[in-house]
């Protein structure tokens, strides 16, 4: 088992057993993965993405433990400390946990995306919650128009929506 596949695991012990919250992170993270490798990013980008996508909304929990809800704002405030431990305690370099704790420290931070990782980020986690949230059609254009940028993420969403 390699260590995204720990990692994975590590993160559905830690959602459990919110089913629905391990699936929609699942899914996110299938997602990124498959963007990243279309849009051919480099092998740490790549490392960075996966992981980010993984453990992108860690602080939901602990968002709804102390503040009643778990807004974008709060999840982003709460997340990238839980990121940090959980990485952290599977070994991962500090250089990818930093990176990967600011991503899920932004992820609902559309105004100052500064990488593909990121920006992939962004479009896996939008791929995912217009399914979910059973957008109508108005919604999904106006978010693809707005938010996707790469080629791979306008080919999904094409190809879903």
Do not use: C
């Not at 980008?45 to 704002?73: C, P």
């Not at 999840?75 to 500090?94: K, T, V």
């Not at 957008?135 to 940028?149: H, I, W």
């Amino acid at each position: 088992m390699n260590k995204m596949d720990q990692l994975l695991i590590a993160m559905m012990e830690y959602d459990k057993p919110d089913a629905k919250r391990i699936q929609h992170f699942v899914k996110v993270y299938e997602f990124a993965r498959l963007i990243g490798l279309m849009e051919g990013l480099d092998e740490k980008t790549q490392e960075i993405l996966e992981a980010a996508a993984i453990v992108h909304d860690i602080g939901i929990h602990k968002a709804e433990e102390k503040y009643g809800r778990n807004t974008g704002k709060y999840q982003e405030m709460e997340g990238p400390g839980e990121a940090r431990m959980l990485l952290s305690s599977l070994g991962w370099p500090e250089d990818v946990t930093e990176r990967v704790s600011y991503l899920v420290g932004h992820h609902h931070t559309y105004t100052s995306i500064d990488g593909l990782d990121y920006q992939i980020l962004v479009e896996a986690d939008f791929l995912v919650n217009l399914f979910e949230g059973d957008a109508a059609l108005e919604e999904k254009q106006s978010v693809y128009d707005r938010m996707f940028k790469t080629e791979g993420g306008k080919k999904l969403f094409k190809t879903m929506f």
